[in-house]
C-alpha cells in the first residue's frame, strides 16, 4: 500500500469515526422518554439524563480523540512515539479508572440509590391506596380490598371463569372486594400501593409513563409503591416474555381526580 | 517433555477419515470449529431475517414463505409463536453455536498452541471429542424446528414457568426438551474444550513464553476458559432440574398455585427465581467468555499495523483478570426488576459499574494504541478500529442498564436489545472478522481479497449502526423487547416506524456477509499465495510456513526471547522483531 493511499484511506476512517458521536448527540438529544407522570419517575428521569449527558460527553471525547489518532498517523511512514513507560502507563491510567469511578459509581449511589431505596424499600406512606394487580395469559386482573380495606382470601382451587383470582365467598373480607379486568383506577397526588401476583407465567408490570416496572412471579407477592402525579389514561404493558400473546397483554390505568377516584369506587359492584 | 510430544505429534495421520473428519490435529478441530460456527450463522441469519421482516411489515402476508414453512404461517401471516420461536432460536445460536464456536473454541483451538509454542492441544483425543459433541449438540438444537409445536420459544433465557409448563406456549413442548438437551450437550462439549485449552496454556509454553510475554489473544482466551470452566456448568445443572420439572414431575423451578389452561397443576414448592440465578450465573461470564477473546484479537491486530507496540500490555492484562474476577459476581444485574431482593439489586449494582472501570481501561489502552503508530489500514485494521466504537458505544450502554435505577424503566426494553448487539453481536463478530482476515493467510496460505473485503468492512460497519444504534433510542422511548407486533399500544405508535429502517439496515447487513462468504471460499482455491509472514509480524505463528504443517513447525519448536509487541525497536534495521530473536540479534 503506498503512503498517501493510506493516509487519505485514514482519514476517511476519521471522518466517520468524527461522525458517530455527532448522530449520536443528535438523536440522543431528541425527547424519546415518555412524559413523565409519577413522582419516583422525575428521580429515574434525573439518573437516565445524567447517563446520558455525561456517557454522551464521554463518547464525543473518546472518538474525538480515535479520530484525530487516525488522522494525524495513518499512512506516516515512521513511528513517532514508542513505549510509554510503566511509569507514564498508570499516570495515564488514573484517567478511566478515576472518571468511571466517579462517574459509574456516582451514579449509582449518588443519584441512584436515593431513587431506588423509595421504589423498593421505604414502606408505603398510609394513606395509599391498596390495590392487588395479577397478571395471567394474557390480562391483568385489577383487584380492590372494598371499602372495610381488607383483602379478600385467595384459594388457588377455587379458580374458575367467573372467579378467576379465586376469591374465596366465605371470607367476609371477600364480600365488598372489587375485580376488574384490564382496568386500574388510582386517584392522583395519592400513593398507590402494587401488590403484584402472577397465576401462570411470569409477567412484567410496566406503566411507561409512571416509570414503573416490575415483574410479577408466580408463587411470590411482590409491592412496590408509587404517586402518580397527573389524571389521564395511560397504558400497561407486560414486558417479560409470558407466552404467544404477550404483545397484547395490554391494560389501561386511568388517574383520576380524588373525588371522581371515590365515585367511582362506589360505583363499581362489589364481588359478592 | 517436549521431545517426547515431538516423536508424538509429529506422525502425521493418512487417512481421509483422521485426516479431516475425526482428526486429533488442533488446525484440523480449528477449521471444523469455525466452518460449523459459519454454517450455523447462515441459519440464524436467516431466522433473524424472518424477524426483522415481520417487525417491519407486521401482518403481511407471505403466502411463498408459508409453502416453504408451513408451521410457521396461518393464511400468510406469521404466527406470534412462530416469531417467538425465532427469536429463541436466533439468540440460542448466536451466542453458543455460532459465536462460542468460532471465536472462542474456533480460534482459541488454532491459535493457541501456535502463538505458545506447542505442537498441539495438551490433549488432542479430548480436543477431538469436545468438537465430536458440539456437532450432535447443534444437529439437536437444529432439530427442534421439525418436532410438534416447533423449537423452543421461551427466549434465549428459557425462564420457567414459561419453559418448564408444556401447555404454556406450543414451544414448550418437545422442542424445549431439545433445547435443554442441545443446552447440556454444548456445555459437556465446552468444558472438555475448555479444560483442554486452560491445561496447554498453563503446561506447553515453549522455552522462553513467560507469562508476561503472552500475546494478549491468549490471556483473554485464558481468562475466558476459566469463565466458562466455572459458569457454564450452573447452567448444566439447571438443565437436568428443568427437565425433572417438565419431564419428571418435580418443583425446583414451579410455586405451588400455577394455573394453566383451565387447570390447577400439581407443583409446589419451587421458584422461578432460581433458574433466573442459574442461568445468569452462567448467562453473564458468557457475555465475557465471547468478548474478551475479540477483545484481545483487536489488541494483537492493531500492533502490526500501527507498527508499535501496544499501550499498557501489564495494565492490560490486570484489568481482563478485573474484568473476568468481577464478571463472575454481578450477573443479578439481570434480575433489578425480577422481584429478587432490592438490597441485592444494589450490591449487583455497584459491583457491575465496578466492571466499567478496568473495561474502561482496556478501551482507553486500545485508543491510546493508535497514537503515533504508522496505521496502515488493511481489512482485519478496519475490523479492529471497529471493535473499540462499538465497545465504546456498547460499553456507554452498559452504564445505563448496570445502573438499577435507571433500568427500572429500560429493562427487557429495546435498549437492551440495542446494547447486547452491540457488545455480543457487535465486538465479538468484529473480532471473529478482524481474526479471520489477519489469520486467513496462516490457515490456508493465502490471502482474503482486500477490495472485496474492505468493501465488506465498509457496508457491514455503516448497516450495523443502522440495525443496532436506533433500538437504544427505542428503549428509551419505552419499547419492550420480544413483542410480536406493536400496533396494539397508543405510546408506541409513533416509535413503531423506526422498524422499517431497522429491517432494512439489517437486510443489507445480512447481505453484506454474502460477500464475505464469498471472499471466504473463492480465496481458499484462488487467493494470492500469502507468504510464512505476510504481514510482517512478530508472534510464533508467524515463524512456520503458511498453513502450519502437522506438528506446526517443520523443525524444533521456536525459543522466545522477548514479548510479543516488539515493533519499531530503535537501532533495529526492520520495523519488527520476531519473539524468536535473541537479545542483541535485533539488527539481523
Not at chain 2, 420457567?160 to 409448563?165: K, M, T
Not at chain 2, 416509535?495 to 464469498?518: C, D, E, M, P, R
Request: hydrophobic fraction near 50%.
Amino acid at each position: 500500500m503506498s503512503e498517501t493511499s493510506g493516509r487519505w484511506e485514514g482519514r476517511l476512517v476519521a471522518v466517520v469515526i468524527w461522525l458517530i458521536p455527532m448522530v449520536v448527540v443528535v438523536c440522543g438529544a431528541q425527547r424519546w422518554l415518555p412524559p413523565l407522570a409519577s413522582e419516583h419517575g422525575a428521580g429515574i428521569d434525573q439518573v437516565l439524563i445524567y447517563l446520558l449527558v455525561t456517557v454522551g460527553g464521554l463518547l464525543v471525547l473518546g472518538h474525538l480523540a480515535l479520530g484525530y489518532s487516525l488522522w494525524r498517523f495513518s499512512g506516516q511512514p515512521r513511528v513517532t512515539h514508542r513505549l510509554a513507560s510503566p511509569r507514564q502507563e498508570r499516570k495515564w491510567a488514573l484517567i478511566p479508572n478515576l472518571l468511571m469511578t466517579i462517574l459509574g459509581e456516582g451514579g449509582v449511589l449518588v443519584l441512584g440509590l436515593p431513587v431506588w431505596a423509595k421504589f423498593y424499600a421505604a414502606s408505603p406512606p398510609d394513606d395509599a391506596v391498596p390495590v392487588e394487580i395479577t397478571g395471567e395469559q394474557f390480562a391483568w386482573n385489577v383487584h380492590y380490598p372494598g371499602q372495610d380495606g381488607v383483602f379478600g382470601r385467595t384459594v388457588a382451587t377455587l379458580i374458575s371463569l367467573n372467579n378467576a383470582l379465586g376469591l374465596d365467598p366465605d371470607d367476609p373480607g371477600a364480600r365488598d372486594d372489587v375485580v376488574l379486568v384490564n382496568e386500574l383506577f388510582l386517584p392522583v397526588n395519592r400513593p398507590a400501593r402494587v401488590r403484584l401476583r402472577s397465576k401462570d407465567t411470569l409477567h412484567s408490570f410496566f406503566l411507561p409513563y409512571q416509570r414503573v416496572k416490575q415483574d410479577a412471579v408466580p408463587g411470590m407477592t411482590i409491592e412496590l409503591w408509587f404517586v402518580p402525579t397527573e389524571t389521564g389514561s395511560y397504558e400497561i404493558a407486560c414486558t417479560e416474555l409470558c407466552g404467544f400473546g404477550h404483545y397484547q397483554m395490554r391494560g389501561l390505568l386511568q388517574v383520576l381526580s380524588e373525588p371522581e377516584f371515590e365515585s367511582r369506587m362506589r360505583e363499581l359492584p362489589p364481588f359478592r | 517433555m517436549a521431545e517426547m510430544q515431538h516423536a508424538e505429534v509429529m506422525h502425521e495421520p493418512q487417512s481421509f477419515l483422521r485426516r479431516y473428519v475425526f482428526s486429533l490435529d488442533h488446525k484440523v478441530i480449528a477449521l471444523q470449529y469455525i466452518l460449523t460456527g459459519m454454517g450455523v450463522a447462515v441459519v440464524s441469519g436467516l431466522l433473524v431475517m424472518l424477524i426483522r421482516m415481520q417487525l417491519a411489515w407486521p401482518d403481511a402476508k407471505w403466502p411463498l414463505l408459508e409453502s416453504l414453512l408451513p408451521g410457521g404461517f396461518s393464511g400468510g401471516v406469521m404466527k406470534p409463536e412462530f416469531y417467538l420461536a425465532l427469536i429463541t432460536m436466533h439468540g440460542t445460536l448466536m451466542v453458543f453455536f455460532v459465536i462460542s464456536f468460532a471465536l472462542v473454541s474456533g480460534f482459541g483451538n488454532y491459535l493457541i498452541p501456535l502463538l505458545i509454542g506447542a505442537r498441539d492441544m495438551a490433549f488432542p483425543f479430548l480436543n477431538m471429542m469436545s468438537y465430536w459433541v458440539a456437532v450432535p449438540a447443534t444437529l439437536i438444537m437444529l432439530a427442534s424446528f421439525f418436532v410438534e409445536g416447533g423449537a423452543a420459544a421461551s427466549g434465549w433465557t428459557a425462564y420457567p414457568p414459561l419453559s418448564a409448563v408444556p401447555q404454556a406456549i406450543p414451544g414448550s413442548g418437545l422442542g424445549q426438551t431439545l433445547w435443554l438437551l442441545g443446552m447440556a450437550l454444548f456445555i459437556v462439549s465446552f468444558t472438555m474444550g475448555g479444560l483442554n485449552f486452560f491445561v496447554t496454556i498453563l503446561n506447553l509454553r515453549t522455552t522462553g513464553m513467560s507469562w508476561m510475554r503472552l500475546p494478549l489473544t491468549i490471556w483473554s482466551l485464558f481468562l475466558a476458559t476459566i469463565l466458562g470452566l466455572l459458569a457454564f456448568p450452573a447452567l448444566t445443572a439447571a438443565a437436568i432440574m428443568l427437565l425433572l420439572d417438565r419431564h419428571g414431575g418435580s418443583s425446583f423451578f414451579l410455586p405451588a398455585g400455577l394455573f394453566f389452561g383451565n387447570k390447577l397443576l400439581p407443583h409446589q414448592g419451587g421458584t422461578p427465581l432460581l433458574w433466573q440465578h442459574l442461568f445468569w450465573f452462567l448467562g453473564h461470564p458468557e457475555v465475557y467468555v465471547l468478548i474478551l477473546p475479540a477483545l484481545g484479537i483487536a489488541f494483537d491486530v492493531l500492533a502490526p499495523f500501527t507498527r508499535k507496540p501496544i499501550f499498557g500490555y501489564r495494565l492490560t492484562v490486570y484489568s481482563l483478570w478485573a474484568i473476568g474476577f468481577l464478571g463472575m459476581i454481578v450477573w443479578g444485574h439481570h434480575m433489578f426488576v425480577s422481584g429478587m431482593s432490592p438490597f441485592a439489586g444494589e450490591f449487583f449494582s455497584v459491583g457491575t459499574l465496578l466492571i466499567t472501570i478496568p473495561s474502561a481501561m482496556v478501551g482507553f489502552n486500545m485508543l491510546a494504541s493508535f497514537w503515533g503508530g504508522s496505521i496502515r489500514f488493511t481489512t482485519p485494521m478496519l475490523f479492529a478500529t471497529g471493535i473499540l466504537t462499538l465497545f465504546g458505544l456498547g460499553g456507554m450502554g452498559g452504564l445505563f442498564l448496570g445502573t438499577a435505577t435507571a433500568d427500572i424503566f429500560l429493562h427487557d426494553s429495546y435498549f437492551v436489545v440495542g446494547h447486547f448487539h452491540y457488545m455480543i453481536g457487535g465486538v465479538t463478530l468484529f473480532g471473529l472478522f478482524a481474526g479471520l482476515y489477519y489469520w486467513y493467510p496462516k490457515f490456508f496460505g493465502r490471502m482474503l481479497n482486500e477490495t472485496l473485503g474492505k468493501i465488506h468492512f465498509w457496508i457491514t460497519f455503516v448497516a450495523f449502526y443502522g440495525v443496532f444504534f436506533g433500538m437504544h433510542l427505542l428503549g428509551l422511548g419505552g419499547m419492550p423487547r420480544r413483542y410480536y407486533a406493536f400496533y396494539e399500544y397508543e405510546f408506541l405508535k409513533s416509535l413503531a416506524g423506526h422498524h422499517l429502517y431497522i429491517s432494512l439496515s439489517a437486510f443489507v447487513l445480512g447481505a453484506a456477509q454474502l460477500i464475505f462468504l464469498f471472499n471466504f471460499f473463492w480465496s481458499w482455491r484462488t487467493g494470492a499465495k500469502a507468504a510464512s509472514n505476510p504481514w510482517n509480524a512478530t508472534t510464533l505463528e508467524w515463524t512456520t510456513p503458511s498453513p502450519p504443517p502437522h506438528g506446526n513447525w517443520p523443525g524444533p519448536v521456536p525459543v522466545v526471547y522477548r514479548w510479543p509487541y516488539e515493533y519499531s525497536l530503535p537501532g533495529s534495521a526492520l520495523d519488527y522483531t520476531p519473539q524468536t530473536v535473541p537479545e542483541g540479534r535485533e539488527a539481523g
